[in-house]
């Protein structure tokens, strides 16, 4: 890979920015060289929160990030945002460089390993869109799901506050309360990805987070758009 290929990561917020730096860490480890760009307009992921939903507002601010990112020399663009799946749909038609989402991996993988999924939300406007992409990955598969709703109300806003441990243990309760209901467990954010074992650990089910699959789907992509040609020698 040629050590100009670049991968740019759109944010919604300051989390994986200024708190918690596992993207840049998992891109730094699957893909050393390339330069990793930020595109952050850290008030689209409230935003969408407060409106329930991606508003036209909130898509074209998305949009204008992935075009911006576009616009840098991007070979790829990584969206670290569950929320602002949708707005994501609409950038895949109007930029041409691939946009991958940080839960692409995760859903397909999901839908392998079971077919009564749980997905565990600590922000409301994740579980449409987390639930939108297992399905259509189950379409894809050929495979018949049902999907269960588990909503931890709040504790995002408790671990924007500050407050960790608090947020861990709404999490955990949450988790265990849908373990009862399916054979697997997503984790709609990214931000619960570091619970992943503990949660796995108390209930007894495979749980599935999005950071690490997602990053390495990114470099897989990325691999794909600056792989070197092959030249066959002439007869």
Do not use: C, G, K, N
């Given at each position: 890979m040629s050590t100009t290929?670049?991968?740019a990561v759109l944010h919604t917020s300051l989390l994986f920015v200024n708190g918690d730096p596992v993207i840049n860490?998992?891109?730094?480890e699957l893909a050393p060289d390339a330069k990793v760009l930020h595109f952050v307009d850290s008030d689209v992921l409230a935003t969408v929160v407060r409106d329930g939903g991606i508003s036209p507002a909130s898509t074209q601010r998305v949009v204008h990030l992935a075009q911006a990112a576009a616009s840098a020399g991007a070979d790829v663009i990584?969206?670290?945002c569950s929320s602002v799946g949708p707005a994501i749909d609409v950038a895949r038609r109007l930029v041409s460089v691939p946009i991958v989402k940080i839960d692409d991996a995760m859903t397909a993988s999901a839908v392998e390993a079971a077919d009564a999924i749980g997905i565990l939300a600590t922000v409301p406007t994740t579980l449409p869109p987390t639930r939108a992409l297992l399905e259509e990955k189950a379409r894809a598969a050929g495979r018949g799901i049902t999907v269960r709703e588990r909503l931890c109300e709040h504790a995002f806003s408790v671990l924007m506050s500050g407050d960790r441990d608090r947020h861990d243990a709404m999490a955990l309760d949450g988790a265990r309360a849908l373990a009862t209901e399916v054979d697997a467990i997503v984790l709609a954010q990214?931000?619960?990805a570091r619970?992943?074992?503990v949660i796995a650990?108390?209930?007894g089910k495979p749980v599935l987070c999005s950071?690490?699959?997602g990053a390495e789907d990114a470099v897989r992509v990325l691999h794909e758009q600056t792989a070197e040609p092959v030249v066959l020698p002439s007869l």
């Open positions: 290929a670049s991968i860490d998992y891109l730094a990584f969206s670290a990214a931000s619960m619970l992943a074992p650990e108390a209930v950071p690490r699959s």
